[in-house]
């Protein structure tokens, strides 16, 4: 799987749009690009993934950039609830015998501050 | 759904004893993975199967650990005997186009 490279902590104002980055300069045409969270003493939870268009869902937004080698992960307007660890991970899709496994770096911190 | 389901949630042991952890994936997904989180060495993959086939058990950290799933609704990961270096939390995740996790057991080797 392809690496990522993400920041390790962030803060944001609650109420406001938090935007995580992660960059992954060496990601394959058949990767796609995840995103998890893991909230303290939780398992980690799935938010969203994409190859290449932008998606959006009830939980976030992943803006991915054309060259798909950096995207972003947008959380609207931030709860204390959405203070988590984000996760971002490049896999390939799930076919029967492709290495398809979710290999977790270290995450970004992400605080929601009041 | 009742989503994935790991038990038991807490064990403590005492070392050298067998521990085994069991997990039920969600209904219709076909891949299954137990993790390992530590403080130290984060989330950690051990093992994952497709259709009950183990597939990459490259992470299974030494021979005392050991991973089946004899069909698709059941999996067990075995540790024999158990040292305090696995005190761990314990993830198994079951995925169809995206992994979803359990709440993890809590392992406690004395």
């Known amino acids: 799987d392809a690496k990522t490279t993400q920041p390790t902590s962030m803060d944001c104002a609650e109420g406001r749009a938090a935007n995580l980055p992660c960059n992954h300069s060496t990601i394959s045409g058949n990767e796609y690009v995840y995103w998890y969270r893991q909230i303290h003493s939780q398992g980690p939870q799935y938010i969203i993934h994409g190859l290449k268009n932008n998606e959006t869902n009830e939980m976030a937004s992943l803006i991915i950039t054309e060259d798909r080698k950096s995207s972003t992960l947008i959380l609207p307007h931030a709860t204390l609830r959405d203070t988590a660890v984000y996760y971002c991970?490049?896999?390939?899709?799930?076919?029967?015998?492709?290495?398809?496994?979710?290999?977790f770096g270290k995450g970004t911190l992400l605080t929601v501050n009041p | 759904d009742a989503g994935v389901i790991q038990s038991p949630r807490h064990e403590v042991t005492e070392m050298g004893q067998e521990v085994t952890l069991r997990c039920k994936p969600i209904?219709?997904?076909?891949?299954l993975f137990w993790y390992r989180q530590t403080m130290m060495r984060g989330l950690e993959l051990l093992i994952y199967?497709?259709?009950?086939?183990?597939?990459?058990d490259s992470g299974m950290p030494e021979d005392r650990f050991s991973a089946k799933m004899p069909n698709a609704s059941f999996s067990t990961l075995k540790i024999q005997p158990s040292e305090p270096r696995d005190s761990a939390v314990y993830f198994c995740a079951s995925s169809f186009r995206g992994g979803f996790f359990g709440p993890g057991t809590r392992l406690t080797v004395l």
């Open positions: 991970i490049v896999r390939v899709a799930e076919s029967g015998g492709s290495n398809y496994k979710l290999t």
């Open positions: 209904s219709g997904h076909n891949s």
């Open positions: 199967f497709n259709n009950n086939v183990p597939i990459d």
